[in-house]
């Protein structure tokens, strides 16, 4: 079957680590089930495993690719929930120490086909077309558990978030701002941010800049570039909620400040099959979708994969099969 895959690594430049053709198909274990791939979208993750991040080389070649919509071998429309846990693993399986995404330990989804444990499927519900459907997963998952779990924001709360076009941050100012929440948005971009608008901010800054108040809630994603200033922005008692670092894992974290203003720093990884389950109802009954930047044919990935990586992207890539 034709997939994209990781064939090596290249931490400066992941582009070259970036294969496209013919791979076998997918082995099916007890339990286990495959889905015809009708469109699968691109995280940044798919690029931090071209740089190497959470794959060995032992694994190559890998199919990259955690997020699907598709078919089962039933006939249904289905949505893949990409956090596989151990089979007797009970309850919250981001917080199963041996659990992975597709395409860390099994073949992901940017292929014709893809195995996933039976119970990692959700019914895609007939609003929800396949191309919004392949959004939610991690992008989408992600940001509906920082701010419904992690920071359980309410209504008429304020809550930064730090990088306005990617997918996690598009989703995050979209959930929140449909929620009743007052959104806040910071990018290096001033177009990026303006657009944010469009997706219920109120406000949007320069990344860095100095904000008319302090927030409940800080979402980051960005990391070492943002960091002191998501800290310096929240009120007494705030909380910033991390899930990621695309502009780097260290940064200075003034100490004082936590303890005094009594801040709480949540970490938060993807989501649940039950938090997935809410997020899909809450976007057919809201009509809210997720913001796709473009589609492309899975035969044109490479051209995904250098938007993201260039920063060229405001919402989800999603490619189609
Ligand atoms: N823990 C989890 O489960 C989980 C799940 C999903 C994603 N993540 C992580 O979250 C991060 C975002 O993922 P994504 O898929 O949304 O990626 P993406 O679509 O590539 O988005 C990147 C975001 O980072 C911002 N950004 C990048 N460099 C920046 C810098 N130097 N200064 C300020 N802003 C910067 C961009 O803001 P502008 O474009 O507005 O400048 C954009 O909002 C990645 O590191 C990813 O690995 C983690």
Same mark, same amino acid.
């Given at each position: 079957m034709f997939a994209v895959y990781a064939e090596s690594f290249d931490a400066d430049?992941? !582009?070259?680590?970036? +294969?496209?053709?013919?791979r076998p198909e997918p082995e099916v274990?007890?339990?286990?089930?495959v889905v015809d791939v009708k469109a699968a979208s691109l995280n940044h993750h798919d690029v931090w495993?071209?740089?190497?991040?959470?794959?060995?080389?032992e694994q190559l070649p890998m199919i990259l690719g955690g997020d699907a919509a598709g078919i089962d071998q039933d006939g249904n429309e289905v949505v893949v929930h990409s956090v596989i846990s151990d089979p007797f693993w009970m309850g919250d399986e981001t917080l199963d120490p041996g659990?992975?995404?597709?395409?860390e330990r099994y073949p992901g989804t940017f292929a014709e086909r893809v195995a996933v444990p039976r119970r990692n499927l959700l019914p895609k519900p007939a609003g929800i077309s396949f191309t919004d459907a392949a959004c939610l997963p991690t992008a989408w998952l992600t940001a509906y558990r920082m !701010?419904?779990?992690? +920071?359980?924001?309410?209504?008429?709360?304020?809550?930064?978030?730090q990088g306005a076009g990617g997918g996690v941050a598009t989703a995050l100012i979209t959930l929140a701002a449909a929620a009743g929440v007052q959104v806040w948005v910071t990018?290096?971009?001033?177009?990026k941010a303006e657009r944010t608008r469009s997706l219920g901010a109120a406000d949007v800054f320069e990344t860095g800049a100095r904000l008319p108040g302090r927030v409940d809630a800080v979402m980051e994603t960005v990391g070492a570039a943002t960091w002191k200033h998501s800290l310096r922005s929240l009120r007494p008692g705030g909380v910033v909620v991390a899930s990621g670092a695309t502009s780097g894992w260290?940064?200075?974290?003034?100490?004082?400040?936590?303890?005094?203003?009594?801040?709480?720093?949540?970490?938060?990884t993807m989501g649940t099959r039950e938090e997935l389950r809410r997020l899909l109802a809450f976007c057919e009954h809201t009509g809210v979708r997720p913001v796709v930047d473009r589609t492309l044919p899975l035969a044109e990935a490479r051209d995904g994969f250098a938007a993201m990586t260039e920063g060229d992207v405001f919402g989800k890539i999603v490619l189609m099969l």
């Open positions: 430049e992941p !582009l070259n680590a970036l +294969a496209t053709g013919e274990p007890d339990g286990w089930t495993s071209l740089r190497g991040v959470g794959l060995k080389e659990r992975s995404l597709l395409s !701010l419904f779990t992690q +920071a359980q924001v309410a209504p008429g709360q304020t809550v930064l978030v990018s290096r971009d001033p177009d260290a940064a200075e974290t003034e100490l004082n400040r936590v303890f005094f203003l009594q801040l709480r720093i949540l970490g938060s």
